[in-house]
């Protein structure tokens, strides 16, 4: 009997970065069967009506009929998708923003760094067990670097060589099988990571808008992770409806310029306020941490609180039902000694006794 051939996997990432907000960083992975590959990536390049894809590009065209096409193709023909979700974004020493802005850039690269590396840990354990064989991800290296690495005799650009020391740290931890192949991916154009991109999209817009509706698209098919622990997390649906009306890039529904304001994923200098899915995920990542122990200790804490919440209410509801106490009347003043009745006689001495 031939051996079932492995599923593959196409991922891409997504993250939410902005003054006032806790962050979050965001990495997708769209789970295809191999037999499913190829008219997976038909349907893809169908749904792109041959274009290039990227979903915030088109999203603020106004395009937002082709990215739900892209997850309509993601929900028919995937197996399952999965997104590995830090929160809040984190650099993993708890370091403050540098007063300087000269190193903010620093370390606003350092935080997405160290959240990538997570996820990307969490997601290839996952794939591991859905028995994934390649694993194709998108490089971060331009061409440039591409150029320069051949030139040097590496095979990998700098820039890709943290995922692949994250890879290699899982296989010598025997967290994940030999058989799985991290492949970066050096052309954007490919089908593959267009269905990824869509989805880390679809979370991101939730997170970012509290606009679940596109990820609820594939919400039958999808799975989110804590990166930390792989505690499985919920997007608060809410149900809302898509933007109605024509989109194209000069004909904008109403709706659609309401929601195309690229202030959404600026990092201008105003407060970003969170949304309610935003802390609803961190809320539920921050329980999935928290040791069993401490959180023991705090169920009992708040169970005290509770008690001496009902004490304090019932003894405010028996003082109201107690009639108001009488005065009490002064108790009578002691009799002073009237001295004329004293003699002034002083008591003789006492004889010796002899002994």
Known sequence: MAAQPHPIAFVDESWLQQRGSPG????????????????????????????????SELYHRGHVGTIEAMLDVVDEHAGWSVVSA??????????????????????LEDQREYARQMSLER???????????????????????????RDAGSRLPATDRTDIRAYRR???????????????VKDRSHAGLWMADAVAWSAGRAIRADEPQWFNRIADVATVL??????????????AAPPEGE???????QSAQAMSSPTLYS?????????AILQSLIAQADQARTPASDQ????????????????EQLSKTVNQMLPPAAATPNPPAAPRPRPDLHDEVQPANQPDIAE
């Open 267 to 275: 990092a201008s200098p105003e407060l970003h306020q969170s949304g």
């Open 86 to 107: 830090q929160v809040p974004l984190d650099n993993g020493r708890q370091a403050l923003a540098p007063d300087n802005p000269q190193n903010m850039r620093g370390h």
């Open 296 to 311: 023991l200790t705090r169920q009992v804490l708040g169970y005290v609180q509770h008690i001496a919440e009902r004490v």
């Open 247 to 253: 989109r194209d890039p000069h004909n904008l529904s």
């Open 24 to 55: 979050a960083y965001l990495m997708a992975a769209v789970i295809i069967d191999q037999d499913d590959v190829a008219p997976a990536i038909a349907a893809a390049n169908a749904a792109a009506a041959g274009h290039s894809y990227h979903s």
């Open 226 to 239: 804590e990166a930390t622990t792989g505690a499985e997390l919920r997007l608060n649906e809410r149900g």
């Open 123 to 149: 997601l290839l354990r996952y794939l591991n067990t859905q028995r994934v064989q390649d694993v194709y991800l998108e490089s971060r290296a331009s061409m440039r670097e591409w150029q320069e690495a």
């Open 170 to 184: 899982l296989l010598d931890q025997n967290a994940i099988n030999h058989r799985m192949r991290l492949v970066h």
